[in-house]
């Protein structure tokens, strides 16, 4: 059964520092997805990541895959308070698209 | 509609009723899910329709609750005999079921028991 785990669970954080959230995965995947959740609000897609070595990029934020690890990894640079919100990864088991969301993590970011 | 719509967008109805909500996903996705998150909680699949293929329901937590799909358009999501643990949000999601496009979700279900 695939399995997704993230870390930290929560985050509070000064602006202007750096961090990285951590999603770790059970089983072979060839999808992996990053999305933020907005208090009270829906979820919205951050990064599609599909294969070993990939790394995207926008604005503050950069996430990576390595498939070897089963790891990705959000990182935040120079974080400012409008980041604050939650974190989720998700992963496909390979050939389906069957979703498996991690834990997420509550990110806050302090002025 | 240019995204996933969800009805109602709240429902507060009393332990031992049925309730019944609605997903319209976006035009041409084959694909549609269907999450529980409760308070502070993460995403907790339920049931996945991908095209005619027999639906996914290994997450369906009791008999108590069904999902039913016409073709690829509209699904309802019914819980039975309701129970205050079910108080939660309750998230649509659809996607266009090939390719890496992520999924697109709506707003959501907030659903009370009292």
């Known amino acids: 059964e695939l399995k997704v785990e993230q870390n930290p669970l929560f985050l509070s954080m000064q602006e202007g520092k750096n961090y990285t959230i951590y999603c770790n995965y059970s089983t072979t995947s060839d999808r992996l997805y990053w999305y933020r959740q907005d208090p009270g609000k829906s979820l919205e897609s951050l990064f599609v990541?599909?294969?070993?070595?990939a790394v995207k990029q926008e604005g503050r934020l950069m996430a990576s895959l390595d498939t070897k690890a089963r790891l990705s990894t959000l990182h935040i640079t120079a974080a400012v308070h409008d980041l604050s919100a939650t974190y989720f990864c998700a992963v496909t088991a390979s050939g389906t698209y069957k979703y498996i969301f991690g834990t997420g993590t509550r990110l806050k970011v302090l002025a | 509609g240019a995204g996933v719509s969800q009805s109602p967008s709240n429902k507060v109805t009393e332990k031992g009723k049925d309730v019944e909500l609605r997903c319209d996903p976006i035009s041409g996705h084959t694909a549609l899910y269907w999450y529980r998150q409760r308070l502070g909680q993460g995403l907790e699949f339920l049931i996945y329709f991908q095209g005619n293929s027999a639906p996914d329901k290994s997450g369906l937590p009791s008999d108590r609750f069904s999902a039913e799909r016409t073709g690829e358009s509209v699904s309802t999501l019914t819980i039975q005999r309701t129970q205050q643990e079910d108080s939660a949000v309750y998230l649509c999601?659809?996607?266009?079921?090939?390719?890496?496009?992520?999924?697109?979700f709506g707003d959501g279900t907030r659903l009370s028991i009292l």
């Open positions: 999601a659809s996607s266009p079921g090939q390719g890496s496009q992520p999924q697109h």
């Open positions: 990541l599909l294969s070993n070595g």
